[in-house]
């Protein structure tokens, strides 16, 4: 205890960074502290040990109801009965201030608000009927139905999933809708007016953390970031798996034994048309592809976003509904092919290239030109050149002194010039040269260390 014991002068360093939304700091556990006299507009949720009564819930409800750019909402998480509790300390104020004070209202708003989000997702989810899923028995019935419901609203052949553009998919409709519900709830759900609503609310949360587990899995793919409600989201649904001892595992929820690359056949698309959830089934072999290509091209960077454009396109024409679900796992399968092709791609050459020669390889041959007049037997002498450039001039302090950068980028560039590459002394050829080199240069520095 003595270690976390803090001078006031230290204590006050601590408050200002959580003012700051930009610093690393992102969660502060006190003991009877900050309730009162401080101010934090980022505050997003605060946790309570114990039931708070009176003024001093409605100080503390106070810490995470500051507006501030970004931020729709706050959250209070405590012990039962919060929102009865609540009320009463709202009838302390007199009846001026009641009138004035938007907290009971907003209570009995959220309830009102819950029934009205619960009513549109039951219409919106008219096609499926996920009751029945969870009645017919079974193991794991909850989790089955979530995976289920889940493949209904991602999958391209539900209906109100194909839309003009300019309107919402039924897939974004949900994620909206499940996300109001979510906030709504946290501010009514311990109501006993709800308590018949708790196992459908309950429910359509569990979809929707499945949802962000594949709307990470898509965004990955695409090499886009994740936004900060979809990774929140994916650690709930983490910390829940783990606390249930249920294992998190896509292949699983799309009702498929996960393959290994060589499984990947024509006799096994056949057997994947029967999965019970056939489009987690496409998303579910996408992560295995992203996976194993990635592993295939050893940061090559010209294969891997190769492999990855190509397993877009796949899945965004099956979106589109220009591939059916046959063709996409006939397409995918294929593709898998050659990604097991991978390793033995060196061997063209002799002697055979390493993967890091491979990739610079790859990268000085995207030149049409240096392919026609040098030919790939040059190219390959170039590309043994550059990694011997990267051995001799990276060094451990590479990624923090930008002389050290500098010097790589010069001696690389006077090798492609000693060669005469490109002929057509394209930019972009060059450059995507440097680029190759920037994504091994850690990994040469970190083998100095």
Known sequence: MVDHVRRDSQNAAIKQRLREVDDELEIVIVKDMMLTGYDSPPLHTLYLDRPLKGALLM???????????????????????LADNLRKALSEYTQADRAHKPLGRSIDEAAALT????????????GYDWKANLNAGGTRPFLRAAYATTNYVRSPATAGNQVPDGQESLAVRFRKLSGQLARAWAICGGTETLAHLHPEVRFYEEVRVWMAKFDVEERQSRGEPIPEEIQRLLS???????????????????????????????????????????????EALRKLLNEESAKATHGNVVRQRAFSERIAELITKYTNQQLTY???IAELVELAKEVAAEASRDSRFTPPLSPDELAFFDAVAQNESAVVEQGEGILADIARELVAVMRRD???????????????????KRLLVKHGYPPDKQPAAIKLVLEQMESMAPRYAANRS
């Open 236 to 282: 709930q649904l983490i910390a829940e798996s783990t606390a249930s001892g249920e294992v998190l595992d896509i292949y699983d929820a799309a009702g498929m034994p996960k393959p290994a690359l060589s499984d990947l056949n024509p006799d096994f698309a056949a057997r994947t048309q029967q999965a019970s959830n056939p489009h987690l089934a496409i």
């Open 115 to 126: 029934q009205q989000l619960v009513e549109a997702i039951r219409e919106l989810l008219t």
């Open 394 to 412: 990276v060094r451990t302090d590479w990624t923090v002194r930008d002389d050290v950068r500098a010097k790589l980028r010069s001696s690389i």
């Open 59 to 81: 100080q503390t409800l106070a810490r995470v109801n500051r507006t501030f750019r970004g931020k729709e909402d706050g959250l209070l998480v405590a012990y039962a009965p």
């Open 326 to 328: 046959a063709q996409v």
